[in-house]
């Protein structure tokens, strides 16, 4: 007797997989304030909570729209959903899955490049989630170390030189396209004050798209 189920092909099983766990992870979330919530009879004032979420949320849903849109092309599928999964997409996971790529000398849009970039998010996030488990075990112990002021100045530079590096690896592929974005973010971080690490996961999309758009330009005009 003949098997009348299709199998899935891999992109369909991350897509199934992906979806099923992103549920997961939205009612999860939203347990732990319920269970708290319902546990000590404390219930947030729902009009005061509706003022706050009418502030914050359209710029929330606008950055969650942008960066499906950015970070999909650059992690492919699955490192996507496993991405958003685990957090810490613009400081971590997109860094981690780029250079594990490069070094593989594969594309994102690639079979071979879905599989690198969803282990390299992977293997970021099970090194992630030890380290912080070893932290908060550590974290007394070590607490004098971490605040010696001869440290401090690495431990400020830690990101800037993650990136640092990874600039360097695509700056010198195409020179030509980088000088514009790497112009107005400098202009950005230099003449707004308001803008500060906290507005990364920002200001990556805004890069990301205004950076497609002088390519497009440049192209267009036989630059590139």
Known sequence: MKNSKKSLTYLESVHRDGFVWGIILCLAVLAVPIIVSVLFGVFPQWKAMTKAMIAI???YWAVGIVEIFTYIPMLGAGGAYLSFVTGNISNLKLPCAIDAMERAKVKANSEDGEIISTISIAVSSIVTTIIIILGVILIIPLTPLLESPVLKPAFDQ???ALFGGLA???VSKNLKLSIAPIILMLALFIFVPA???????IMVPVGVVFTIAVARIMYKKGVL
């Open 195 to 201: 803008l500060n690490a906290g507005t990364v996961g």
């Open 158 to 160: 830690m990101l800037p």
């Open 168 to 170: 360097v690896v695509f």
């Open 57 to 59: 949320v359209p710029m």
